[in-house]
């Protein structure tokens, strides 16, 4: 069995900054991409970040140049640090990733936490 853990949402100020955390444990063989998503309420779920196994990373345009995705692969943690907070990034805030488990067979599924609250007042 394979959980997510995401930790570090909380209410901020405008232009303040926020780092959230999410580990992955269980029986991992290997992770792959891994990422985080955020839904505002009223909102659909979109993608905020993502890293891939080779460093590669994708971010949303709303969030260039402010947020910062990272990984430690040794943790199974991938971090996303969020400076410059705006209003508009109230949402929770999810992470997911493609993880490679025994089942019997190695097999990629994708795994998701439970989110976090991140609240940013204007």
């Known amino acids: 069995q394979v959980q997510l853990v995401e930790s570090g949402g909380g209410l901020v100020q405008a232009g303040g900054s926020l780092r959230l955390s999410c580990a992955a444990s269980?029986?991992?063989?290997?992770?792959?991409?891994m990422g985080w998503y955020r839904q505002a309420p009223g909102k659909q779920r979109e993608l905020v970040a993502r890293?891939?196994?080779?460093?590669?990373?994708n971010y949303a345009d709303s969030v260039k140049g402010r947020f910062t995705i990272s990984r430690d692969s040794t943790k199974n943690t991938v971090y996303l640090q969020m400076n410059s907070l705006k209003p508009e990034d109230t949402a929770v805030y999810y992470c997911?990733?493609?993880?490679?488990?025994?089942?019997?067979?190695?097999?990629?599924?994708?795994?998701w936490g439970q989110g976090t609250q991140v609240t940013v007042s204007s």
């Open positions: 997911n990733a493609f993880i490679v488990v025994v089942a019997p067979s190695p097999v990629s599924r994708l795994y």
């Open positions: 269980g029986s991992i063989v290997s992770i792959n991409a």
């Open positions: 890293i891939f196994s080779g460093g590669i990373t």
